[in-house]
Structures are given as structure tokens and as C-alpha cells.
């Protein structure tokens, strides 16, 4: 089993940042890939980014690219994203996720675990 918990949700304004964490506990943390997804009203959820065990390999949406950055930090069991430039269309509810199987999957059927999400609004 592993639990997630993200944190550092918010209201921002276009342009700004937000830094968003994902803590873990239970399972190795360094045995899964992680990822972030978001999920706005209305819409179906949908892959923002995904960092193998290591940390070594990170893969994007088209959207984010340059923009978002995930990381992880394996001794503190805790998983990143930093969203710079944000936008509008950003705003949705952002999920992580551990997958143990897969690296770099955009399928959220492929991850097994998940957290209960954090908000981030981003106004214009």
C-alpha cells in the first residue's frame, strides 16, 4: 500500500507560481514511478507530468512543457511540481500518483495509487 498526500495548492494569478508537493508513505517510495495529473470541472482527468524512480528521466504534456517541472526527492519520499507561468486553463483539481509497473505512463488506469488531490485556481 501507499498513501499519498499532495499540499500547496492555491489561488494564483496568471503569470505566478505554485509549488506543489506529494508526500508518500508505506511502499518503498523509490520502487514507483510517480506522476501528476489534473482534472478540471467537467473534463475527464488528464496526464501533466511523470519522473522515473531515479529522478533521472521526466516526461510532459505538450501544455506544460517549459513551464512545469517535476521532480522527486527519494530520501524525503516526496514528489514535486513546480508550475511557473501559470495560466487560466491550468486551473483544475492536480492529483499525484505512484505507478509501479509503468515509467512515464500518460494512462491513469495505469497507476495504482493515488492522493486526494489539491486545488489550484488561476485567475486572470
Known amino acids: 500500500q501507499v498513501q499519498l498526500v499532495e499540499s500547496g495548492g492555491g489561488l494564483v494569478q496568471a503569470g505566478g507560481s505554485l509549488r506543489l508537493s506529494c508526500a508518500a508513505s508505506?511502499?518503498?517510495?523509490?520502487?514507483?514511478?510517480m506522476g501528476w495529473f489534473r482534472q478540471a470541472p467537467g473534463k475527464e482527468r488528464e496526464f501533466v507530468a511523470a519522473?522515473?524512480?531515479?529522478?533521472?528521466?521526466?516526461y510532459y504534456t505538450d501544455s506544460v512543457k517549459g513551464r512545469f517541472t517535476i521532480s522527486r526527492d527519494n530520501a524525503k519520499n516526496t514528489v514535486y511540481l513546480q508550475m511557473n507561468r501559470l495560466e487560466p486553463e491550468d486551473t483544475a483539481v492536480y492529483y499525484c500518483?505512484?505507478?509501479?509497473?509503468?515509467?512515464?505512463?500518460?494512462?491513469?488506469?495505469?497507476?495504482?495509487?493515488w492522493g486526494q488531490g489539491t486545488q489550484v485556481t488561476v485567475s486572470s
Open positions: 519522473v522515473s524512480r531515479s529522478g533521472g528521466t521526466t
Open positions: 500518483a505512484a505507478c509501479i509497473v509503468c515509467v512515464g505512463s500518460h494512462s491513469p488506469n495505469t497507476y495504482t495509487y
Open positions: 508505506g511502499r518503498a517510495f523509490s520502487t514507483n514511478s
